[in-house]
């Protein structure tokens, strides 16, 4: 099925203007800590050009539940959400993937690490999660751990490398 996104853009823009008191592009802008460009975008049939995770953050700042979005771009409506939650808080753009942001999402952090790839800071890092799946037993957690630990190993190997690059 076709995703509709003019029609997720039209009904974003509803839920905005049926805010009472009224709320402009701008002030919701700054309640989420982005550019009024990104609300227009969100509002028109730009919203597909917009972070999912900015979208998800501005429906349920709107008061819709956490499936709204998928309901209106399969041609359903969105539902109106638990207003006894707290305020959904932005999520910071930090420049990842689509790829990466969804399966940041989709799992559980079991732990992480900075490998290091010269002495200074502005040599760079190796950032690192471990990942699970959210319900997870804990076999499974320590079978992912020790997989880590393999890997780890072969990581600091990688960084220990560099350092002898950055020297010479």
Do not use: C
């Given at each position: 099925?076709?995703?509709?996104?003019?029609?997720?853009?039209?009904?974003?823009?509803?839920?905005?203007?049926?805010?009472?008191?009224?709320?402009?592009?701008?002030?919701?802008?700054?309640?989420?800590?982005?550019?009024?460009?990104t609300?227009?975008?969100m509002e028109?049939?730009?919203?597909?050009?917009?972070?999912?995770?900015?979208?998800?953050?501005?429906?349920?700042?709107?008061?819709?539940?956490?499936?709204s979005?998928?309901?209106?771009?399969?041609?359903?409506?969105?539902?109106?959400?638990?207003?006894?939650k707290?305020?959904?808080?932005?999520?910071?753009?930090l420049?990842?993937?689509?790829?990466?942001?969804?399966?940041?999402?989709?799992?559980?952090?079991?732990?992480?690490?900075?490998?290091?790839?010269?002495?200074d800071?502005?040599?760079?890092?190796?950032i690192?999660?471990?990942?699970?799946k959210?319900?997870?037993?804990?076999?499974?957690v320590?079978?992912?751990?020790?997989?880590?630990?393999?890997?780890?190993?072969?990581?600091?190997?990688?960084?220990?490398?560099?350092d002898?690059?950055?020297?010479?």
């Amino acid at each position: 099925m076709d995703q509709d996104f003019a029609r997720l853009g039209e009904q974003l823009k509803a839920a905005r203007q049926a805010r009472r008191p009224r709320v402009s592009q701008t002030d919701a802008a700054g309640a989420l800590g982005v550019g009024r460009s990104t609300i227009q975008k969100m509002e028109s049939d730009s919203v597909g050009q917009v972070t999912r995770s900015t979208v998800l953050v501005y429906a349920q700042w709107l008061g819709w539940t956490e499936d709204s979005v998928d309901r209106v771009l399969d041609g359903g409506d969105p539902a109106i959400g638990d207003s006894t939650k707290p305020a959904v808080r932005p999520v910071p753009d930090l420049g990842l993937t689509p790829e990466v942001e969804y399966e940041l999402r989709a799992g559980k952090v079991l732990g992480s690490q900075v490998f290091n790839l010269g002495p200074d800071d502005s040599d760079g890092q190796i950032i690192v999660l471990l990942q699970g799946k959210k319900d997870a037993t804990p076999e499974e957690v320590e079978r992912i751990a020790a997989r880590y630990r393999r890997a780890r190993r072969h990581l600091q190997g990688i960084a220990s490398e560099s350092d002898g690059v950055a020297e010479s």
